[in-house]
């Protein structure tokens, strides 16, 4: 039985990483069984490379260079992760995926949407996500929300979210296309919403597609 599988895409800021905890409290505390994980990293060896990626230090990575580490953490994290918990009949939440390379490395870099596509496919070895929440924030508002959550710990701000507004812009421009493309698996959110708001919405479409708990994916059966 195939699993069922979630990803949570946006620009810095939209509020994924808040979302999807949210959500993954939703579905445990109905009962049923969810694994979260993160892209890039999610993996020992993905974690490495996350480090690489988002290290500030490294201002002059080559754009293909940093394409082909972000599919690297992928490949891994789908051999080690996705693959086993959706074989498994599991539900797995993952904090972003296949759809961030479209829109940073494509719409972002400028980089080749084909090879994009092809290198996707490769590294997540087929697999798509079955329901994708685009939090559509206005970079300006996702940066300073950003900034004001670094600002007590005073770390400095990632290699990515150190980039220029109009990227952040094209960023943006890069998951509404898909959005339009998909409507089907790609859900459009205005992140400006509340929490609450954003979450019950979240959590409606999720039961809609899991359906009731028993015999749907992800549903714990009575010996575990
Ligand atoms: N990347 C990634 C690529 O370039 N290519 C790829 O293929 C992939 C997979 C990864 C970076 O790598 C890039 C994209 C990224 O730059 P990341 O940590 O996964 O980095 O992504 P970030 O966007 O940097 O994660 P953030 O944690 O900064 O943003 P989130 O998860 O969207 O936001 P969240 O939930 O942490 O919230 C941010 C702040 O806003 C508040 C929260 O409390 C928090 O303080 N907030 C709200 N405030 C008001 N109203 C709401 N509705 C709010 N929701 C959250």
Redesign the pocket.
């Known amino acids: 039985m195939r699993g069922f599988f979630v990803t949570f895409e946006?620009?810095?800021?939209?509020?994924?990483?808040?979302?999807l905890k949210t959500l993954l409290g939703h579905l445990r505390s109905a009962g049923r069984d969810v694994v979260e994980t993160?892209?890039?990293g999610g993996t020992a060896i993905g974690n490495q490379i996350r480090g690489l990626?988002?290290d500030g230090e490294n201002a002059r990575m080559d754009s293909l260079t940093e394409l082909l580490l972000?599919e690297a953490s992928r490949a891994q994290l789908v051999q080690e992760i996705v693959q086993p918990v959706l074989a498994a009949g599991r539900i797995l939440l993952c904090?972003?995926?296949t759809d961030?390379?479209v829109a940073?490395?494509g719409y972002g870099r400028g980089v080749d949407l084909d090879l994009i596509g092809r290198l996707n496919a490769s590294a997540a070895r087929g697999i798509r996500p079955d329901l994708t929440f685009f939090?559509d924030l206005d970079p300006v508002v996702g940066l300073e929300?950003?900034k004001?959550?670094l600002a007590p710990s005073r770390a400095p701000r990632?290699r990515?979210?150190g980039e220029a507004l109009a990227f952040h812009e094209r960023v943006r421009q890069g998951f509404r296309a898909l959005a339009a493309t998909e409507p089907e698996r790609v859900i459009a959110l205005d992140?400006v919403?509340?929490?609450a708001e954003?979450a019950a919405e979240i959590r409606r479409r999720v039961d809609a597609r899991l359906g009731p708990a028993e015999a749907a994916p992800g549903t714990r059966r009575r010996s575990e």
């Open positions: 946006g620009g810095e800021g939209s509020g994924k990483t808040t979302q993160r892209d890039p990626l988002l972000y904090d972003r995926f961030s390379t940073y490395q939090l929300r950003v004001r959550r990632d990515l979210e992140a919403q509340s929490l954003l």
